[in-house]
Every structure is written in C-alpha cells, then in structure tokens.
C-alpha cells in the first residue's frame, strides 16, 4: 500500500471531513437500539432458470458485512436498501430482492432487507418525498454503496438531510485508496484502460493523463484510438464521433499511451487470426495480440501504483481472453499496489481466480471512474453537507 490517508479527507481534494461509523455514534449518542438504515450496493450479478434465480457472485453482499456487523455489535437494528438492476420505476418480480435477501439471511441474520429501491420512480427521480419515505421511522443513516454514489439518486443523497449520516466501511476504504492513488500515488502510476465504450471514458481519460506516468488502452476502446491514428480497423466496434476528441488526446498529451501494435480477431471469412495494428476490410478486433499483451504486462510489472479497469478484449469468449489474462496475471504479480476498478474487469479477475492477489478490487467501476476523475462524488458531498448541518 502507499501511504494510508491521513483522514477519510486527503488533502488535495474537495473533501472536507466526511463522518464516519464513530462520528454517527457519536452525533447519536448511542446505537442501541436505533434503527438505522444502510444504503448498501446489492446489485449482484444473477442468473436466472425457470423460476429459481441464483446469485453468481455475492462479492458485494459480503463487501456491507463489516459495516453490518459494527453496527449490530452496537446493539443497533439494521435496515439494508438497494437497487437490483434496472426495473424503470415499478415492481418487477426479475428484479426482487428474494435471492438477495436470503443470502443476506446467511450471512447477517437479522438484518432487514427493503424492497427493490428501483421500484419507485422516486429513487432514480431524486423526489424528496421517496427520501422523507425512506426515512421515516429511521434514526441514522449510512451510505455504504459506493457502487451507486456517482449518482444522485434519492437513496444515495437525500437522507443526510434528514438523520445524522456517515459513511459505511466499504465507501470509507474505497474513497481512501482512491483518493490517495489520485493525489500522491507511488511512482511510476499507470493505468489500464479497457472495456467496450470509449465515449464513457474519455472524461477520466483526460484526467488520468494529468496524474499518471503512462496510459495502456485496450478492449474495443482502443479502436476509437487506431483510427484516430489513421489505422484501418476494418469491422471493430468503435465511435465514430469520438474520433476527433481521441485523436486530439493523442496529440496533446504529456505521458506516454501504449496502444496496441497487434490485435487477435476473426478476419472476415470468421477464422481466429493475429493482425498487426491495421486490421483488412472485414475483420473484426476482439483481443489485444499476443505482443501487446507482454508491453501491456511489463508496464504493469514496472509501475509502483497500477489502476486498472476494463477488459482488454471480448474475454467472455475463451477465443478472446488471453490478452485480459496477461494483464490480469501481471496485476497479481507486480509488487506495485493494483487497484481493480469494478465491473467486467473484477469478473474476469475471478474467473482467473487472481481476485485475492491484487491490492484492492473496487465494488464500483462508474463510481472509481468518475472519483479519479473529479475527485468527488454526489453521495460523498451529501454526506458532507448533512455533517456541516449538524
Ligand atoms: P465496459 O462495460 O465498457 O467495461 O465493457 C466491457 C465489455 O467490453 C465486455 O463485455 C467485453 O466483452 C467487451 N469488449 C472488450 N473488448 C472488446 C472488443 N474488442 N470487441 C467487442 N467487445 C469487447
């Protein structure tokens, strides 16, 4: 690890002290018996079959247990709330908490479990009368889903108006190492950029250049970038309106940005072939080639500070995984501190099964995004805000 933060509030970044578990007993004086509700990230990956529904990977059910159990073990009654995927503001059986609350039974019995905040237009609406609703009857709150506060959504910003509010365990630790790999990483800081949309990363993309040493992009993202370039990349996903924001990232930044120089795909008959980085009419780019992935994992193997988010290639298809797997691989080896930001990147790192070799795997891929890229987030400043209330 780099240096721990001094605070939950590095300096360096907008954010004033943000109060934690301790400070909320503090302002209540006591947990026992207060009800107390836990804003937790409960979107679990499932699949479904007829009509049972089973949870894939329960990483971030297991993510809220320490900040459950500090509570429980101060006698407080706990209420759990999240989202479940994207039921559009009504009840909709696909997306119940059921399989959600019965694995949280296991794991915390006793604890409560509301239903699907997504059911109620009022959640992603931001209405102030679905936050009063949430937090009736409750007597502090705690945000500890950090998955979801990039967004102001009711749950996430609202109820720090109303009860004594803190920050939960896992967003407390996620802020911190994030926050400390954006404002004094150890050096030399790289990051590995992947994944399939360009146009949701070229915001952190910009950012990143003024804090890292140098940028890898992979995944279908980079042929955004080859064409930027000039390279042909035949029938690969790209955005066709990024192309000019790329091509002027290239042109004026600082830092060096590995793209590919090989690439593995189906040329246009459908055949597994390695070009090199200007793909013929037809082909398709689906993985970084074999050279790039040995670059991209010496520049992980050289770095001190690596961040990493985004799949180098359709790594769902064992055809296309080996260049997410080096890269994967480098991560679990390099003794530099390897964050994982979120999403498709932390699946492949358990499909791998390297999740426990790296430093930190984020619960939020959106939500590290945008905290290294604006160093704050809706949820965060909520918090702040209702503590400077008092
Ligand atoms: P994102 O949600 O933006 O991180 O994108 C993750 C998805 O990008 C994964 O499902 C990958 O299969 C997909 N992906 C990565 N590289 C490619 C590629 N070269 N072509 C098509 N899809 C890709």
Known sequence: MPDSADSFAPS?????????????????GSLDGQRILVRTDFNVPLEREGDTTRITDDFRIRAALPTIQWLVDRGA?????????????????????????????????????LENLRYDPGE????????????????????????????????????????????????????EVLLVMRTKPARPFVAVLG????????????????????????????????????????????????VETCRQLLANASKPIHLPSDIVG???????????????DGAKGLDIGPGTAAEFGDVVMDSRTVFWNGPMGMFEDPRFAAGTKTVARAMADTKAFTVVGGGDSAAALAEFGLADD??????????????LELGDLPGLAALRVGAARG
């Open 266 to 280: 189906l040329d246009a008959a459908g055949n597994v072939q390695t070009f090199g980085p200007r793909l013929p």
């Open 358 to 371: 790296v430093d930190w795997v984020s619960t939020g891929g959106g939500a590290s995004l945008e905290l």
């Open 195 to 242: 994944g399939a949309k360009v146009s949701d990363k070229l915001g952190v993309i910009g950012a990143l250049l003024d804090t890292v040493d140098a940028l890898a992009i992979g995944g279908a993202m980079c042929f955004t970038f080859l064409a930027a370039q000039g390279n042909s990349i035949g029938a690969s996903l790209f955005e066709p309106d990024q």
């Open 77 to 113: 009654q706990v209420v759990t709330a999240s989202h479940l995927g994207r039921p559009k503001g009504s009840p909709d059986p696909k997306y119940s908490m059921d399989a959600v609350r019965a694995r949280l039974a296991e794991l915390a019995p006793g604890v409560e479990l």
């Open 124 to 175: 992603e609406g931001n209405d102030d009368a679905f936050a009063r609703k949430l937090v009736a009857g409750i007597d502090g709150y705690v945000n500890d889903a950090f998955g979801a506060s990039h967004r102001a959504h009711a749950s996430i910003v609202g109820p720090p108006r109303y009860v004594p509010s803190a920050a939960g365990r896992q967003l407390q630790h996620e802020v």
């Open 12 to 28: 360096g970044t907008r954010s004033a002290h943000i109060p934690t578990l301790e400070d909320l007993e503090g302002a209540l």
